[in-house]
C-alpha cells in the first residue's frame, strides 16, 4: 500500500500541483492481482493522479495493445510474480520484452515466490533470470518466512520516495526488534538451507505425477464450483486429517470456489498419497479444474 500511494504522487510531484489529465500516472495491473495491490490502486485514483487499467489475466497481446494506446507517458505495470489464488506465474519473460518496448515502470508483488524460487530464494525474477529487468519488488515476511510484515526492494531514489510520501509507511510502526531479527534469521536459513527449496519442487512434481494435473508451483488451485461443495469437501478432508482451505467469495469469484493446497518442505511423497487419496473421496478428478484464468476483476 505504501509503494501504490507512492506512485499515485508521482504525477503531483512531477507537476508541482495537481496534475493535468495528460501528466497523471498510468497504472496497469493483471486482472487476477491481490487484493492489496486494487486497493492501493484504488486509493491513488481516489487522490486524482493515478488512471488504472486492467487486462486480462496473463494476456500480454492485451497488455500491449492497451500500452499502445495510452497517451499517458508515466506508466507502470504492475503484477503478483506468483498467484495465489490459482498458483500460476507471471509471464516474466514477456513482460519483460514488453517493459524494453514501452519502457514502463515494472513493479511485481513476489510474496509467494520469495525464499521459494530462484537458486538462492530471490524469488520468481531470479527464477526466470530477470532480476535487473523488475524496477520494484514488493514482499512478504509472513508467507516462506515465517515472520511478520514486509518489505520493498528498489533503488535507493524509490526509497527515498516512498519514505518521504509513502503514507502507509510514514504513519505505520516499525517491526519490532524480535520480528526483524528472525526475519534476518529466515534470510539465513533462505540462502544457507537450499535443500528446502529442492524439496518444495520434488513435491510440486509428484503432486503432478500422482493426480495428472499440470500444476505449476506449490500452490495448488482446485475448483469445485459451488461454496457448498468446496465447504463440504474441506470438513471431510479436515476429519480425514488434511487442513485444505475452502476458498469462497469475495477472495475468488462466485462459481468458482475451490481447494487450496499448499505444498511445503516439510511434506513427504507419503503425505502426497495420502492426500490425493483423500481428495478422490470427495472430488472427482476427471472434472475438477486446476485454475481458472476467465475471470477477472474490475477496479
Given at each position: 500500500m505504501a509503494f501504490m500511494t507512492a506512485v499515485g504522487n508521482v504525477g503531483l510531484l512531477v507537476a508541482g500541483g495537481k496534475p493535468s489529465k495528460d501528466d497523471r500516472v498510468a497504472i496497469f495491473s493483471d486482472a487476477l492481482n491481490h487484493a492489496s495491490i486494487i486497493d492501493g490502486i484504488r486509493l491513488a485514483e481516489r487522490q486524482g493522479n493515478v488512471v488504472a487499467f486492467v487486462?486480462?489475466?496473463?494476456?500480454?497481446?492485451h497488455l500491449d495493445t492497451l500500452l499502445s494506446s495510452c497517451p499517458m507517458k508515466k506508466r507502470v505495470v504492475v503484477t503478483d510474480s506468483l498467484f495465489s489464488m490459482d498458483g500460476d506465474f507471471a509471464p516474466m519473460t514477456e513482460l519483460v520484452k514488453?517493459?524494453?518496448k514501452h519502457g514502463f515502470l515494472f513493479v511485481i508483488d513476489d510474496a509467494h515466490a520469495t525464499f521459494v524460487c530462484?537458486?538462492?530464494?530471490?524469488?520468481a525474477a531470479e527464477m526466470f533470470n530477470c532480476e535487473a529487468d523488475v524496477d520494484i519488488c514488493i514482499g512478504t515476511l509472513s508467507k516462506a518466512a515465517g515472520c511478520h510484515g514486509g518489505f520493498i526492494a528498489c533503488s535507493k531514489k524509490w526509497k527515498l520516495l516512498i519514505q518521504s510520501r509513502g503514507r502507509s509507511f510514514i504513519f505505520s510502526t516499525s517491526s519490532p526488534v524480535p520480528v526483524a531479527a528472525a526475519a534476518h534469521a529466515a534470510v539465513n536459513v533462505?540462502?544457507?538451507e537450499t535443500w528446502r527449496r529442492s524439496a518444495i519442487w520434488k513435491r510440486v512434481q509428484e503432486f503432478r505425477e500422482l493426480t495428472?494435473?499440470?500444476?505449476?508451483?506449490?500452490?495448488?488451485?482446485?475448483?469445485v464450483g459451488s461454496e457448498n461443495k468446496a465447504l463440504q469437501a474441506?470438513?471431510?478432508?479436515l476429519k480425514l486429517g488434511f487442513h485444505i482451505t475452502a476458498i469462497r467469495p469475495p477472495t475468488v469469484p462466485a462459481h468458482s470456489c475451490r481447494l487450496r493446497v499448499t505444498l511445503s518442505a516439510a511434506h513427504t511423497k507419503d503425505d502426497l498419497r495420502k492426500l490425493t487419496n483423500a481428495l478422490a473421496q470427495c472430488v472427482d478428478f476427471q472434472k475438477i479444474q486446476v485454475f481458472n484464468s476467465n475471470c477477472y476483476s474490475k477496479l
Open positions: 487486462y486480462r489475466h496473463a494476456d500480454m497481446c514488453l517493459r524494453k530462484g537458486k538462492n530464494g530471490g524469488g533462505a540462502k544457507n495428472g494435473f499440470p500444476v505449476e508451483s506449490h500452490i495448488i488451485s482446485l475448483i474441506s470438513r471431510h478432508l
